[in-house]
């Protein structure tokens, strides 16, 4: 009967979907109208380090999409024998921040350059300061002006720029929109009036008109917020997403978002003194304030929820990618032992052992720097063991502290709000990092000392959250906030589990930490290297 009730949603368009484009995966979940995933698909791409700059390809971001849809309606064929050809609501997300600008020809001037790129430093200082505003390096204003401060000859020919949910919004409904979420990651907000900041906005103006003609206002997306009219799927747009041309065009599309917003989604973190940790190849915390911090951070982006609340995010670019590096020589290991045992069958056991490892990690010190960290001053990544003589270096110890180094630097930040006296009521884990035997879990809370939540939907993630937002767009009662529709109507009665931090763990983490604050001027030789 269930399976019924489904293929007649798939059937009349009763559905939403979300794509999210993250660092190693594409993913899209459908969901029906009681927001249950019904379906799923997902393609697997990593980016490339191309002189100098980390970046994928625009052929590889729509075959990428493409692959990613086509493993979705392939699920829905094998699930309930159906051809997906209509949807309710659409909604793109991806990794937020960094810098696609184009000509008025809609040609790329330079190759993407994605949030892991530490290249903007003095942009990023030199706009702080300027604008008594924590700038990040990962922004698209650091990337534009540095590209400014460097006299690159792209600038003066700029006639938009975003970024990658927006550029493939704009491409499939002719949309030049941004969710304000991750147009927070572009240019600051002012949360009041749910726009860019326009002080700032005449700061920068002022600062480059004598050199182009562009007005920054008008090479930005135009902003929205959750539950606004975003466009619709065009002809073109949808055989651009399913080249078979199954899929009908005129779909409604929700204002495309970025992975921060969409993981504040799919944990019900979009209210005041709730926040959530997202863990995957770089991990970030969300904290919605009820006001602004007191003073500005580097260490503190100040961004906002895709209903266009303030949000305090600590945003650190590693965490499980060099984990997964030793997974998988871990499991060439294996190979050549003549034992078939590939990532997926070893992460659940790396996890479940790291719960015996001791709570200091036996002395081990960790950095996982794949990329540079701008929370801890490392310009370059360099990963790098550390043990001394009295070290107890076991396997044990090695996969706590490979899980404690992914959460290092977010607890560096999230102490900062402590001291600014930030509520946190509720804190929710979501992404890759809280898949296996709560480990994750139970070492968060031990890094920030609060309980930490984990939902059945936690491992969904950013698409599922993207789909949410898809609903809000279409089937939000009058007047009713995305916060009430959350928590009223999507998450009423949802499994939750809470960790509470255990003192031990608690007190084994600091020790490790202070090892590791000790050791990072070793990191940042070696990064040189």
Same mark, same amino acid.
């Given at each position: 009967?269930?399976?019924?009730?489904?293929?007649?949603?798939?059937?009349?368009?009763?559905?939403?979907?979300?794509?999210?484009?993250?660092?190693?995966?594409?993913?899209?979940?459908?969901?029906?109208?009681?927001?249950?995933?019904?379906?799923?698909?997902?393609?697997?791409?990593?980016?490339?380090?191309?002189?100098?700059?980390?970046?994928?390809?625009?052929?590889?971001?729509?075959?990428?999409?493409?692959?990613?849809?086509?493993?979705?309606?392939?699920?829905?064929?094998?699930?309930?024998?159906?051809?997906?050809?209509?949807?309710?609501?659409?909604?793109?997300?991806?990794?937020?921040?960094?810098?696609?600008?184009?000509?008025?020809?809609?040609?790329?001037?330079?190759?993407?350059?994605?949030?892991?790129?530490?290249?903007?430093?003095?942009?990023?200082?030199?706009?702080?300061?300027?604008?008594?505003?924590?700038?990040?390096?990962?922004?698209?204003?650091?990337?534009?002006?540095?590209?400014?401060?460097?006299?690159?000859?792209?600038?003066?020919?700029?006639?938009?720029?975003?970024?990658?949910?927006?550029?493939?919004?704009w491409q499939l409904t002719g949309k030049k929109v941004l969710g304000i979420g991750d147009a927070s990651g572009m240019f600051p907000i002012d949360s009041r009036k749910n726009c860019y900041d326009t002080g700032m906005m005449k700061i920068f103006q002022d600062k480059v008109s004598s050199?182009?003609?562009?007005?920054?206002?008008?090479?930005?997306?135009?902003?929205?917020?959750?539950?606004?009219?975003?466009?619709?799927l065009t002809a073109e747009g949808a055989k651009k997403l399913d080249p078979s041309g199954t899929l009908q065009a005129g779909i409604p599309l929700c204002p495309p978002e970025g992975d921060a917003g969409t993981g504040m989604v799919a944990t019900d973190s979009v209210a005041a003194h709730?926040?959530?940790?997202?863990?995957?190849?770089?991990?970030?915390?969300?904290?919605?304030?009820?006001?602004? %911090?007191?003073?500005?951070?580097?260490?503190?982006?100040?961004?906002? /929820?895709? @209903?266009?609340?303030? &949000? #305090?995010? +600590?945003?650190?670019?590693?965490?499980?990618?060099?984990?997964?590096?030793?997974?998988?020589?871990?499991?060439?290991?294996?190979?050549?032992?003549?034992?078939?045992?590939?990532?997926?069958?070893?992460?659940?056991?790396?996890?479940?052992?790291?719960?015996?490892?001791?709570?200091?990690?036996?002395?081990?010190?960790?950095?996982?720097?794949?990329?540079?960290?701008?929370?801890?001053?490392?310009?370059?990544?360099?990963?790098?063991?550390?043990?001394?003589?009295?070290?107890?270096?076991?396997?044990?110890?090695?996969?706590?502290?490979?899980?404690?180094?992914?959460?290092?630097?977010?607890?560096?930040?999230?102490?900062?709000?402590?001291?600014?006296?930030?509520?946190?009521?509720? %804190?929710?884990?979501?992404?890759?990092?809280?898949?296996?035997?709560? /480990?994750? @879990?139970?070492?968060? &809370? #031990?890094? +920030?000392?609060?309980?930490?939540?984990?939902?059945?939907?936690?491992?969904?993630?950013?698409?599922?959250?993207?789909?949410?937002?898809?609903?809000?767009?279409?089937?939000?009662?009058?007047?009713?906030?995305?916060?009430?529709?959350?928590?009223?109507?999507?998450?009423?009665?949802?499994?939750?589990?809470?960790?509470?931090?255990?003192?031990?763990?608690?007190?084994?983490?600091?020790?490790?930490?202070?090892?590791?604050?000790?050791?990072?001027?070793?990191?940042?030789?070696?990064?040189?290297?």
């Open positions: 009967m269930k399976q019924s009730h489904i293929g007649n949603a798939i059937i009349q368009g009763k559905t939403a979907l979300g794509i999210e484009l993250g660092s190693t995966k594409i993913k899209a979940v459908l969901i029906n109208t009681d927001f249950e995933p019904i379906a799923s698909g997902s393609h697997d791409w990593k980016s490339s380090y191309e002189n100098g700059i980390w970046t994928y390809s625009l052929d590889d971001v729509w075959h990428g999409l493409q692959d990613c849809y086509m493993d979705l309606c392939s699920n829905v064929r094998e699930k309930y024998g159906l051809k997906l050809k209509k949807i309710g609501c659409i909604g793109f997300s991806a990794m937020m921040h960094g810098y696609l600008p184009f000509d008025k020809n809609e040609r790329l001037l330079t190759p993407f350059r994605t949030w892991q790129n530490t290249i903007t430093g003095d942009a990023s200082a030199e706009l702080s300061k300027l604008f008594n505003f924590n700038i990040p390096q990962r922004w698209s204003i650091s990337h534009l002006y540095q590209a400014i401060l460097n006299g690159e000859e792209h600038v003066k020919d700029i006639a938009y720029m975003t970024t990658l949910a927006g550029y493939i919004h050199l182009y003609t562009w007005k920054l206002e008008n090479i930005l997306p135009h902003i929205l917020v959750a539950g606004e009219n975003a466009g619709v709730t926040g959530n940790v997202s863990a995957g190849t770089s991990i970030f915390s969300m904290v919605v304030l009820d006001q602004p %911090l007191k003073n500005y951070y580097p260490e503190i982006d100040m961004v906002t /929820t895709p @209903a266009g609340l303030p &949000a #305090a995010m +600590v945003h650190c670019n590693n965490c499980t990618g060099d984990m997964n590096a030793w997974v998988e020589m871990l499991s060439e290991f294996a190979e050549m032992m003549g034992i078939s045992f590939g990532p997926d069958d070893i992460y659940p056991k790396f996890y479940r052992k790291a719960l015996e490892g001791e709570p200091d990690c036996g002395g081990l010190i960790l950095y996982n720097y794949i990329t540079g960290e701008p929370i801890t001053g490392v310009e370059k990544g360099c990963p790098m063991l550390v043990r001394s003589t009295s070290s107890r270096f076991t396997f044990a110890n090695f996969c706590r502290a490979s899980i404690y180094a992914s959460l290092a630097a977010l607890k560096i930040g999230m102490d900062i709000l402590k001291r600014e006296n930030v509520k946190v009521e509720r %804190l929710t884990g979501h992404g890759g990092l809280f898949r296996h035997a709560g /480990t994750g @879990a139970k070492f968060l &809370a #031990a890094a +920030v000392n609060v309980p930490v939540s984990t939902m059945e939907t936690a491992v969904v993630g950013g698409p599922y959250g993207m789909a949410l937002l898809a609903v809000y767009a279409i089937e939000k009662n009058m007047g009713e906030t995305l916060e009430d529709f959350l928590s009223k109507r999507v998450y009423v009665g949802a499994k939750t589990t809470v960790t509470e931090p255990d003192s031990v763990d608690v007190n084994g983490f600091q020790k490790f930490l202070n090892n590791y604050m000790i050791g990072l001027d070793a990191e940042k030789v070696a990064a040189t290297i």
